[in-house]
């Protein structure tokens, strides 16, 4: 069964609240959002190409893992806490499966 990945890209407009929003989603939303999906792997991205463009991965063990995810409340919450702490930034998400995986 192949894993799942969640994805979350946010655009952090103001360039004078990027540091802030790195530190809150290093030390709070990461790791509450890692605890609350019950993932054992996330990654954190900050683009090169646009540095306003942050974007979150969240393996799951199987489809159906990530599918449980999305209808329970844990999402809800930390949707509601992000929404509170950042109004201003927009964001997308986006639901892969793993097609191929190579190498080490």
Not at 41 to 47: D, E, L, N, P, Q
Not at 59 to 67: D, G, K, M, R
Request: glycine share 4%; hydrophobic share 50%.
């Amino acid at each position: 069964m192949p894993s799942a990945f969640f994805v979350v890209r946010a655009v952090v407009a103001d360039a004078g609240k990027r540091a802030a929003f790195d530190r809150w989603y290093e030390t709070e939303h990461l790791p509450d959002a890692m605890k609350a999906f019950g993932v054992s792997k996330a990654w954190r991205f900050w683009s090169l190409d646009d540095p306003s463009l942050h974007q979150a991965m969240y393996q799951f063990a199987s489809e159906a893992a990530l599918h449980a995810m999305l209808k329970g409340e844990a999402l809800t919450q930390l949707v509601a806490d992000f929404n509170r702490d950042w109004p201003d930034v927009t964001r997308t998400r986006e639901l892969l499966v793993l097609a191929q995986e190579f190498g080490k």
